[in-house]
């Protein structure tokens, strides 16, 4: 089966659905394509159970658009362009049948996002291991670590999250902090997302700098270092997001979670930082991001 549009968008997603819901309203036609058997599989499928939008929701809303039950799904084998014809090539295979389809576009996005592939980082000696491995986007909930000494490696949202989700659920709970870090409460960001659109960056990065400070004090004191530049400069510059605490800093006040610098290499249960401190752990779990899979299907001239 071959079919043609006018634009292909490659993931169903957020970012994929309301572009094709814009595309809609103006009358642009469009297919959306999508691999798993559902849209935003990422927040359906690689989510903890107490994952929750941490912003306020008249910055998560979409363009209206429902998304069919029955759409089938579809698995991106490879996408190129013919210089020859001025069109996108898209392969496709169809999983609901089992067959290869393809399709055609004078335009092509890709809204895959950059959470495709779970990232676990080379660490020295991971592969001697003894105990649990698991990269967040495994990660259920802390049932099964109940008294165990657990370490988390990676301090954005999943992995301070994931730490005090660990707390709760009675685990003895560690984790790496290696970059410097901004933290802030979700009203505090939400103050500065409406101050931004009235107030110059460096004005809010201010305000809110000086919020956090008197809700957390001097957070260095707990191992927690803030950048050099404002958490809106960041995340406006590198797209790098502050993050929201949920609970995390008081168990770190409190001793509840112990935070390690980086992690220098591991032997057996053993694991040895930076400072030189050494302590024996039964899991790990790896909130290290995610890295895109997109170089692995769309194709430049060479193939």
Not at 33 to 52: H, I, P, Q
Not at 218 to 246: E, M, W
Not at 254 to 281: H, M, R
């Amino acid at each position: 089966m071959q079919q043609e549009t006018v634009v292909l968008i490659i993931g169903a997603g957020p970012a994929g659905l309301a572009t094709s819901a814009c595309l809609n309203l103006q009358n642009i036609p469009n297919i959306v394509l999508e691999k798993e058997d559902c849209c935003a599989s990422l927040w359906k499928k690689r989510s903890y159970d107490r994952l929750k939008l941490h912003l306020a929701k008249q910055f998560c809303e979409l363009p209206h658009m429902p998304f069919p039950q029955n759409a089938p799904t579809f698995a991106v084998e490879s996408a190129s362009f013919d210089e020859r014809e001025r069109k996108w090539l898209v392969i496709v295979r169809n999983t609901l049948i089992n067959a290869v389809e393809k399709y055609e576009g004078k335009f092509l996005i890709v809204a895959t996002g950059e959470n495709s592939e779970g990232y676990t980082p080379n660490v020295p000696g991971l592969d001697s291991f003894h105990g649990e491995v698991v990269h967040s986007s495994r990660y259920e909930n802390g049932k099964r670590f109940d008294d165990k000494n657990v370490l988390v490696v990676g301090c954005g949202n999943s992995g301070m999250e994931i730490a005090y989700d660990l707390s709760n659920w009675g685990a003895q709970t560690s984790i790496v902090v290696r970059n410097h870090v901004h933290v802030l409460t979700k009203r505090i960001v939400q103050l500065g997302m409406v101050l931004l659109k009235i107030v110059p960056c460096y004005l809010v990065d201010n305000i809110i700098l000086s919020l956090s400070k008197f809700k957390y004090g001097n957070l260095s004191d707990y191992g927690l270092q803030k950048p050099s530049k404002g958490p809106f400069y960041l995340k406006r510059v590198t797209g790098r997001s502050p993050v929201i605490d949920v609970g995390t800093v008081d168990k770190i006040k409190a001793q509840e979670i112990k935070v390690f610098p980086s992690i220098n290499k591991i032997n057996g249960d053993c694991i040895q930082f930076a400072n030189g401190e050494t302590k024996s752990f039964d899991a790990i779990v790896f909130a290290t991001g995610y890295r895109s899979t997109v170089r692995k299907w769309l194709k430049d001239d060479g193939g």
